[in-house]
T-cell receptor
């Protein structure tokens, strides 16, 4: 069964550093999302991506964040100048035309 | 805008008892509704989805949910709880592919042996 793959599973970074979270979505899906979940809190939408451009973004997704699909398959989330409050689980999802979202296992980002 | 409200952040049931996790939605147009399960330190796994077909939706692991438009509800049920059902459950709503999914705050299910 196809699945969404995220790497790394856990990333520890120093405050102020840049991190890149990677996702390989399911190949024939069209819509891709990034969500985050701060420990013990709700799942929050960051950004959606369609046809190689951002289709929707939340107020959380400010200039500190960027997304790319550099090679037509991988889907990355870059966080510049990380802050302590960026520590969270980051989930990638790819969505079918039938509006079924498949989530990856997540990357746990710890900013120290 | 759409939203979902999950009543009860923690639910405890005895093994073999009925599981009922509540979700109410708000949407100006017919929504797509989902239940996801999250086991500790894992991702979100789709349990079931409602996409305007049958109002009673059956999912994996014996779970089902009923879409009730008059009550704007999409409660998740399972007739008999199993220890392996202990997890966090999230209700979510979206309008269509390409729109963001709005998640509820989650319900933590504990199953007592």
């Amino acid at each position: 069964e196809p699945e969404v793959t995220q790497t790394p599973s856990h990333q520890v970074t120093q405050m102020g550093q840049e991190v890149i979270l990677r996702c390989v979505p399911i190949s024939n899906h069209l819509y891709f999302y990034w969500y985050r979940q701060i420990l013990g809190q709700k799942v929050e939408f960051l950004v959606s991506f369609y046809n190689n451009e951002i289709s929707e973004k939340s107020e959380i997704f400010d200039d500190q964040f960027s997304v790319e699909r550099p090679d037509g398959s991988n889907f990355t989330l870059k966080i510049r100048s990380t802050k302590l409050e960026d520590s969270a689980m980051y989930f990638c999802a790819s969505v079918t035309v039938n509006t079924e979202a498949f989530f990856g296992q997540g990357t746990r980002l710890t900013v120290v | 805008a759409q939203s979902v409200t999950q009543l009860g952040s923690h639910v405890s049931v005895s093994e073999g008892a009925l599981v009922l996790l509540r979700c109410n939605y708000s949407s100006s147009v017919p929504p797509y509704l989902f239940w996801y399960v999250q086991y500790p330190n894992q991702g979100l796994q789709l349990l079931l989805k409602y996409t305007s077909a049958a109002t009673l939706v059956k999912g994996i692991n014996g779970f089902e949910a009923e879409f009730k438009k008059s009550e704007t509800s999409f409660h998740l049920t399972k007739p008999s709880a199993h220890m392996s059902d202990a997890a966090e459950y999230f209700c979510a709503v979206t309008l269509t592919a390409g729109n963001q999914f709005y998640f509820g705050t989650g319900t933590s299910l504990t199953v007592i042996p």
